[in-house]
């Protein structure tokens, strides 16, 4: 009895699966995929712009001659004192340098030879201050120097500096109160663009320092500094066509987000199992990026669908790189999103759609939507129940 | 007596209380419809090849054999079985382990007998690895799939036998058919873009059934037995919800024993027409049953005729046809098993160990076949 106890516990079990294959071993038939395509609800589908501005883009567009649009860049700096205290004594000085940094964040890095051109604008300049307007300021009068970047440099800073004549170039007019306006456009006839740094950005906007010579007679404390770093920045990229209300924007500024909302049935979320989930979004007109920049197609649901004032849920995103260029469809799996729209507290079928960085990309597709163009899809492949329930 | 039967049922209900399952040994062939039928014997009755099934009162087939039972008994049955499975997508090899009857029995008075036991009528268990590739999205994508069953259809007899006189017995049984069938289906795709699924449904199988059976010695030593089940539709239920009623077979055997001095040798036929099933299998694009044919014979040796438990040695054959093919060309397959065994005395002669290996081969279309080796090992109380 005890022997038999003892071997009825332990009596090992190794169940090693037998290989098999269909028809012989799938009882009731191999349950099957299914791929179906579930279009955008009607109507439903619709862009919101604003959600930030230019004060929060993460860097700044500049460009020439380049495919995705003329882009020019301008910083405005806090005014430079006229003097500088040293021992406790505020002293006149006499500028011996200037040196003006600026980041890049992004550049095309097959372009040899690449030339920022850096002029001195009227502090007139501002977010409303467009392309043909920049190019009336940049005249060769207002051309401070140039900064070649060298061609081992992808992103980092480069930086101009200003002495002896060509301090010259540099001179900030009594009435402007000590606040200098920079302006910043790529050249040498190089079709190509760069991303520079911004207030908003991880890299930096642009700072300007002046080193100066103290009015003192203590010679070890003669060598002065004065440190800027832009206050405002900015940047006009070349005619955008004027926005449709029946197509679907992402990014650009104000940055727009566009909200698409499905009906998924209940037989596919509920009673079937989805194994893959992907956003088709149909370009109305081919993009062009720059070459080795990175900017994303970023989708997430919505914790409540109340429009383009939905919060997305934070912890759930998709995410796409876009191709540098193109005009082909953009696919995106959603599964981890959708898999959400089940259940007994299922989240709203509604899908944000935006890019990232936010303004500050020179890729900038446009979708078609459910009134114009290929209406943004979901395409589905599910299985259905298994059929292997039933002997 | 009825102490004695109390305490049989009450070690019973222990057992019962064990954590494996009652199904039997996990086989390819038991992945089509209800499975592997299973032959709720005795361990001592399968060291005979089943040859004495139909008169072995341990045994829960002919409820007529309980008048057999001369005392009080509880008995359990333990097997560890081990496989070789080849099929045209390769072999592997496994093993597990199940307590395929327990019963409980004794006389109630001078002419009647009384039994309930619970064993496995067919049994589920299998794990099956596949592989497909399919054209999704205009691509190729590569397919795994583990299809995993465990359990299967469970038998419970109340059984109850009276002696018309000393040569005949007639019983009655009546059973439910009961039991689950735990099923997992695991998918996982070549193209990480797909998500893995893991699907679980847990099924349950209810219905009633009747046997009647007959016991009957027209000649000194030699033994006949028939017996009749009928059994009712089986009702499947997944998660309260009846998905299914599936007809089930109805069953007629008869035996034939003779015994002399220390020698006894018998046999039996059995016949189900498990083809009742097959509208109800090919609806849902299955591969169809067949009826079904048992035959087995066997013989024990006694080394004691006073101690008839002490040492036997049994031996005895079975073939069989199984009722689901597993090809669509509807080609039954069979099973062909030898084996043999014997037991010992313990606690005075209150309690009996009996053990019986088992050759099996099976076999379905060309190329299907397994091999097993099974170790029974069973136990029986007399209070």
Redesign the interface.
């Known amino acids: 009895m005890v022997l038999a106890l003892v071997l009825g516990v332990t009596a090992c079990e190794e169940e090693l699966t037998v290989p098999g294959g269909c028809p012989e071993f799938c009882p009731g038939g191999q349950p099957l995929l299914q791929d179906t395509t579930i279009y955008a609800a009607p109507a439903a589908d619709s862009t919101f712009f604003g959600y930030s501005g230019w004060q929060d883009v993460s860097s700044l567009l500049v460009a020439s001659d380049f495919a995705a649009g003329e882009a020019r860049a301008w910083y405005q700096f806090p005014p430079r004192s006229d003097s500088v205290t040293v021992s406790d004594t505020v002293r006149a000085y006499s500028i011996d340098s200037v040196v003006i940094r600026m980041g890049i964040v992004a550049r095309d890095s097959t372009v040899k030879g690449l030339t920022f051109y850096v002029y001195q604008l009227p502090l007139t300049v501002d977010t409303t201050t467009d392309v043909p307007a920049l190019d009336a300021m940049m005249t060769p009068d207002a051309l401070v120097d140039s900064i070649v970047v060298p061609d081992s440099i992808y992103r980092g800073n480069v930086q101009l500096v200003l002495k002896d004549s060509s301090l010259a170039r540099l001179v900030i007019p009594p009435a402007d109160s000590g606040r200098l306006a920079l302006g910043v456009r790529i050249g040498d006839g190089k079709a190509t663009g760069a991303r520079l740094g911004s207030i908003q950005g991880t890299t930096g906007p642009a700072e300007y320092t002046t080193y100066v010579t103290a009015d003192i007679a203590d010679t070890t404390r003669r060598k002065q500094q004065i440190a800027l770093v832009a206050d405002a920045n900015g940047f006009a990229l070349g005619a955008p066509p004027a926005d449709d209300p029946d197509l679907l924007y992402i990014g650009r500024l104000p940055t727009a987000r566009s909200v698409l909302r499905f009906e998924v049935p209940k037989r596919i979320l509920d009673s079937s199992s989805v194994v893959r989930a992907t956003l088709e979004l149909t370009p109305v007109q081919p993009w062009t990026g720059l070459l080795g920049d990175v900017t994303q197609l970023e989708v997430r649901p919505v914790a409540a669908d109340i429009g383009g004032k939905s919060t997305p849920v934070f912890s759930l995103r998709a995410v796409k790189t876009l191709p540098i260029s193109g005009s082909d469809v953009i696919g995106i799996d959603v599964i981890g999103l959708i898999i959400n729209w089940r259940g007994l507290d299922p989240l709203p079928q509604t899908l944000f759609v935006a890019l990232g960085p936010e303004g500050g990309s020179f890729q900038q597709p446009v979708f078609g939507s459910t009134r114009k163009g290929e209406a943004p899809r979901l395409r589905i492949t599910y299985m259905a129940p298994s059929p292997v329930e039933r002997p | 007596m009825t102490r004695r039967l109390g305490i049989a049922l009450g070690l019973t209900l222990a057992l019962w209380g064990?954590?494996?399952p009652l199904a039997g040994q996990?086989s390819?062939f038991g992945?089509?419809?209800?499975?592997l039928p299973l032959l709720p014997v005795s361990t001592a009755t399968q060291g005979t090849g089943g040859g004495f099934a139909r008169f072995d009162p341990e045994s829960a087939i002919n409820p007529a054999s309980l008048s057999g039972m001369g005392r009080a008994v509880a008995s359990?049955g333990?097997r560890?079985y081990w496989r070789t499975?080849e099929?045209?997508?390769?072999?592997?090899?496994?093993?597990?382990?199940a307590?395929p009857l327990i019963l409980v029995g004794g006389p109630i008075g001078n002419r009647f007998g009384f039994g309930i036991s619970a064993s496995g009528l067919t049994d589920?268990t299998?794990?099956?690895?596949?592989?497909?590739t399919?054209i999704?999205?205009d691509a190729e994508?590569i397919?795994s799939?583990?299809?995993?069953s465990k359990g299967g259809v469970s038998d419970i007899r109340f059984g109850g036998s009276f002696d018309v006189s000393s040569r005949l017995s007639v019983g009655l049984g009546l059973h439910v058919m009961t039991g689950t069938?735990r099923?997992e289906?695991r998918?996982s795709?070549s193209d990480s873009?797909?998500?893995?699924?893991q699907?679980r449904?847990e099924?349950s199988f209810a219905g009633p059934g009747v046997s009647i059976g007959l016991l009957a010695e027209p000649l000194r030593g030699l033994r006949v037995s028939a017996m009749y089940r009928l059994d009712g539709d089986l009702k499947?239920n997944?998660d309260s919800t009846r998905?299914?009623e599936?007809p089930m077979p109805r069953t007629i055997a008869a035996g034939l024993q003779w015994g002399q001095g220390r020698l006894s040798l018998g046999g039996h036929v059995l016949a189900r027409n498990w083809s009742v099933q097959q509208d109800y299998i090919t609806e849902?694009?299955?591969?169809g049953a067949s009826n079904t044919l048992e035959v087995a014979a066997g013989g024990q040796l006694l080394s004691s005729l006073r101690q008839p438990a002490k040492f036997p040695l049994r031996f005895g054959a079975r073939w069989a046809s199984l009722p689901y093919p597993?090809?669509?060309s509807g080609e039954p397959g069979s099973e062909f098993s030898v084996s043999a065994g014997s037991g010992l005395l313990?606690?005075g002669g209150r309690?009996i160990?009996d053990f019986a290996l088992e050759r099996a081969w099976r076999s379905g279309?060309p190329g299907?076949t397994e091999k097993s080796f099974t170790l029974a090992?069973g136990?029986a109380?007399r209070p």
């Open positions: 064990l954590p494996a996990a390819q992945v089509r419809s209800l499975g359990f333990l560890q499975s099929n045209p997508y390769g072999s592997e090899s496994g093993n597990d382990t307590f589920r299998f794990l099956v690895g596949l592989a497909d399919v999704v999205r994508l397919l799939d583990t299809l995993i069938n099923i289906y998918r795709f873009s797909y998500f893995p699924v699907l449904n099924l499947l997944k998905i299914a599936i849902r694009d299955g591969t597993l090809t669509a313990f606690g309690g160990v279309a299907y090992l136990v109380i």
